[in-house]
């Protein structure tokens, strides 16, 4: 039984040349704008973006407005001053969003520190800080995790190896 081609027009499969995504095509177009300012930032040559990162973009369903969340080794403390240089370069950073990336329109671009890291950062020094006595793993200097399989022993026999012989084992003398 022959089907009849569908009013639209389109197929129900998708064609050869049709991609299929695994996240939508806003976390695409965030990924490839965070590639695209992490280059760009490399470029400019403001002392105040030197340490800086930038660790995601989120871009909304409409691809109107990015989030570009960055951290930075000065912390806190640097945040005002980056805030101001991300203010200072906006219109370098949006165009060469327009040159590299192939979109109908550039999202408009916000600034906000990724505070994912620093919450994770403030665990960990948390965590280092106060030890649980109740785990079995030590964590030694360089931060690997070493399991205490077999505890020491205490020696209580008052025997040293060498008092011990195989032929003991047997029970006979």
Known sequence: ??????????????????TTHAYPRSARLGETLR????????????????????????VDPEMNRGIVFFDSLAGEAGDTLILQAFSDH????????????RAKKTPILSFRPDEVIRSAERIEKILRENPSPSREATVNEDNYVQKKVFPEPADDSGLDDEDFEPDDLDGEA
């Open 35 to 58: 590639e695209v300012l992490a280059d760009e930032l490399v470029r400019i040559d403001d002392e105040r973006l030197e340490f800086v990162t930038v660790t995601r973009v989120e």
């Open 90 to 101: 906006r219109k370098r950073l949006q165009g060469a969003i327009g040159k590299q990336v």
């Open 1 to 18: 039984m022959n089907r009849p081609p569908s009013r639209s027009g389109k197929s129900r499969t998708p064609s050869r040349n049709a």
